[in-house]
């Protein structure tokens, strides 16, 4: 009777297993198809491959426009992130110490960009910048950026000011450093993997972010997700797959470094 | 003395919050007020904009049979994503909780993880690679003479939804993990211990407990999928009937701001609604298991 129980049990626990494994793979079947396609010779990938080749990497990068792309890119990434990290953590360190009225306002406000429907962003930066003679210039992909990097940053921080205790600043302050000290000298060092996954989390995002900078970018500045998405929706190119293999080499070291930092368990 | 030490402390983490407030209100409040104020300006024949305010932008969204298709059908689309979510999202996150090994823990967390780290262009253009006539899926059916015509499954509404699910999966499974992991075994095996079987263990303790994290879960993926226009447009097409992708083109290619702004608006307003009402569900079943 017990026998027949657990054998019913196994089998129970063997199909919940099976479907969440195909989850899975289904889960990463897109990354496995362009890294297939990347290295393919010819134009559509074919099953089973028929070759191997590097000619899309070489057609990424001997064209300008990529390269044009890829620098704005990388300048963007650049800005936005430590721009981000600075003020997120300021932010999350503030917002898990301070006590007032409408802390839950101020978090859900900052915690917003990743619920609101993107394309409203997008238009509502739109017109500000327009307004404001600055859509399409760098300073307005910052913005963009920034926005949508923000929310990242403060969950990531706001995981590692919640594990420090209050106690080790209080001593710092007794034995007579300022609050700018403490912050600096106790409180940053003992945050610091929530910032630098924070700040791995906003390099990345920066770097695939489209939905904003397609409202917002002009022709002069135009990152490569955005060159991505106008080759895509023009053509099929399989230059794309070089691209995405890039791409997908960024998240394989952004997953590494969080891993090693602070754990992928406890950010997310 | 120490309570000046604290003052000065919370005038120094005031100082430190102040900067993100300001963003926060010049880029992301300010443009949502100059949108609804946009949103009511009535336009002239030319799209110039006037000085007189109306709701005709509002008439028109919610008296158009295009726009309100396409409301209509946004919903649906939002509502078979998160349900398809939800769903396949419960298994991994059982996965994920129950892996016997940190090891395995660890690799199911990469699987997760990395397609949320890798831009929605490529894993939307992945699906392309995969759908197209030309593409995997057809090249492999074609070899192994299952089909003798390729098919075509881009382009449709099945082609979004399965991109959808796969791009906003891991946004379902990590509150419903989170809600597993808090649960207590030995609730479980005390229910099995009183005779009840495994499936009614589940059902009747297991379920029950991890209805908050169903519930956030179905609320990102919700307004993800209610909001998106990037994946729709590429594995869609142009003529889906999707209203944040009536936005774009209305934006990008009629330029029609303020009728735009008011779709926006009106998109906000809807999600919220529907999020809203989500949220009260799950204040009612905390407050039903707690108290």
Redesign the interface.
């Known amino acids: 009777m017990a026998k027949k129980a657990r054998k019913?049990?196994s089998l129970?626990d063997t199909l919940?297993?099976i479907?969440?494994?195909v989850?899975?793979l289904?889960?990463?079947?897109?990354?496995l198809?362009?890294v297939f396609?990347a290295f393919s010779p010819s134009e559509?990938?074919?099953?089973p491959p028929t070759g191997f080749s590097l000619k899309w990497f070489t057609a990424v990068f001997g064209n300008p426009q990529w390269l044009d792309s890829l620098w704005i890119s990388v300048i963007l990434l650049i800005i936005v992130t430590p721009l981000t990290v600075i003020?997120?953590t300021?932010?999350s360190?503030?917002?898990a110490?301070?006590n007032f009225r409408g802390k839950e306002l101020?978090q859900s406000?900052?915690l917003?960009?990743?619920?609101?429907?993107?394309?409203?962003?997008g238009?509502?930066?739109?017109?500000?910048f327009t307004?404001m003679g600055i859509n399409g210039s760098i300073i307005a992909l910052v913005?963009g950026h920034?926005?949508v990097c923000?929310p990242y940053v403060v969950r990531t921080v706001s995981v590692s000011v919640s594990n420090l205790n209050p106690v080790l600043e209080k001593a710092s302050?007794n034995l007579g450093a300022?609050?700018?000290q403490?912050?600096y000298k106790v409180t940053i060092p003992l945050i610091k993997p929530g910032i630098l996954a924070g700040a791995v989390?906003s390099a990345?995002t920066s770097?695939?972010?489209?939905?904003i900078s397609?409202?917002v970018s002009a022709p002069s500045t135009v990152s490569v997700?955005v060159r991505?998405?106008g080759y895509?929706?023009q053509t099929?190119d399989p230059t794309?797959?070089a691209?995405?293999v890039i791409?997908?080499i960024?998240?394989?070291f952004?997953?590494v470094i969080?891993?090693k930092t602070i754990g992928?368990?406890k950010v997310? | 003395m120490r309570k000046t030490?604290k003052e000065?402390?919370?005038?120094?983490?005031?100082l430190?919050?102040i900067?993100?407030?300001l963003?926060?209100c010049v880029?992301?409040?300010?443009?949502?007020v100059?949108?609804i104020v946009?949103s009511f300006r009535d336009i002239d024949s030319m799209q110039n904009l006037l000085d007189t305010y109306s709701f005709s932008h509002y008439i028109e969204v919610f008296t158009s049979d295009i726009y309100i298709d396409a409301i209509l059908s946004t919903l649906g689309l939002a509502a078979v994503t998160t349900v398809l979510c939800i769903v396949?999202?419960y298994?991994?996150a059982?996965?994920l909780v129950r892996a016997p090994s940190r090891r395995l823990?660890?690799l199911?967390?990469?699987?997760?993880?990395?397609?949320l780290?890798?831009?929605?262009?490529?894993?939307?253009?992945?699906?392309?690679?995969?759908l197209?006539q030309?593409?995997?899926i057809n090249?492999?059916l074609l070899?192994l003479h299952i089909i003798s015509e390729p098919l075509s499954l881009l382009w449709n509404m099945k082609a979004v939804v399965i991109a959808y699910v796969?791009v906003m999966?891991?946004f379902a499974v990590?509150p419903i993990a989170t809600s597993l992991s808090e649960t207590n075994p030995n609730l479980r095996n005390a229910s099995m211990s009183l005779g009840a079987g495994?499936?009614q263990s589940f059902l009747k303790v297991t379920l029950p407990l991890t209805i908050p994290g169903i519930i956030s879960g179905a609320?990102?993926v919700f307004?993800?999928a209610?909001?998106?226009?990037?994946t729709a447009?590429?594995v869609g097409g142009r003529m889906q009937p999707i209203f944040?992708l009536s936005?774009?083109q209305q934006?990008m290619q009629v330029f029609n701001?303020p009728l735009?702004?008011a779709m926006?608006?009106s998109?906000?307003f809807i999600?919220l609604i529907f999020?809203g009402i989500l949220g009260l569900i799950l204040k009612r079943w905390e407050a039903r298991m707690h108290g």
């Open positions: 019913k049990l129970l919940v297993w479907i969440g494994i989850v899975y289904f889960l990463i079947l897109p990354i198809v362009i396609s559509y990938p074919e099953f003020l997120g300021m932010a360190y503030s917002l110490r301070l101020i406000l900052i917003s960009p990743l619920m609101i429907p993107q394309v409203v962003l238009i509502g930066l739109l017109y500000l307004m913005v920034m926005i923000f302050m300022t609050p700018m403490t912050f989390f990345v770097f695939g972010e489209i939905s397609l409202f997700p991505t998405f895509i929706d099929f794309i797959n691209i995405s791409f997908i960024i998240s394989v952004a997953l969080i891993e992928l368990s997310m | 030490k000065k402390q919370q005038v120094f983490q005031w430190l919050l900067p993100t407030v963003f926060f880029f992301l409040v300010l443009p949502f100059l949108l946009l396949f999202a298994p991994a059982y996965l823990r660890a199911f967390y990469i699987l997760l993880v990395s397609p780290l890798t831009s929605v262009v490529i894993r939307t253009f992945a699906w392309i690679v995969l197209a030309n593409g995997l090249d492999i070899k796969q999966l891991p990590l495994r499936i609320m990102i307004s993800l209610a909001g998106s226009y990037i447009l590429l944040p936005i774009y934006v701001l735009a702004a926006s608006i998109l906000v999600v999020v």
